[in-house]
């Protein structure tokens, strides 16, 4: 009787699918970084005294990721790095995003620019834009003789 090893159905399919990804076709694709696909995804909703703008940029930490405003333009910029490979691990598709990004947003002249307020957790960036009050009307109630 011969003792063979015998492969599963599940087996069967990794190693095709890691004879697919090993072929020709697939290795130059390692190198490549998606950076000029990646625009982070947005929420912009607004109440009567703000506007809000809901980033989703996991992976990252608050210090990889720089605010500013020019020229009323609020622009996000950021770098998520790449992690390191290992001689232990054997990368077989990565669908991460690494690399830099940035997303800009026109600015109305309702908003309060120096009451912007921005926070990150859980790689989610939130920034507050304050609308500016508008000009309540006087009354003024006149006497009639």
Known sequence: MNIVKFKKDADLI????????????FS?????????????????????????IKMEIPGMTKE???????NNVLSVNGVKKQEKKTE???????????????RNFNLSNDIKV????????????????????EAKPVVKEISIK
């Open 28 to 52: 130059s694709w390692e190198g490549l970084n998606p950076v000029s696909n990646y625009t982070p995804k947005v929420r912009i909703s607004e109440d009567k005294d703000n506007f809000y």
């Open 14 to 25: 990794s190693d095709t699918f890691k004879s697919i990804i090993n072929s020709p076709v």
């Open 114 to 133: 120096d009451s912007i307020d921005a926070e990150y957790n859980n790689g989610v960036l939130n920034i507050t834009l304050p609308k500016v009050e």
């Open 64 to 70: 990889d990721v720089k605010i500013s405003i020019e």
């Open 88 to 102: 232990e691990t054997n990368l077989i598709v990565n669908e991460i995003f690494f690399g830099e990004f940035s």
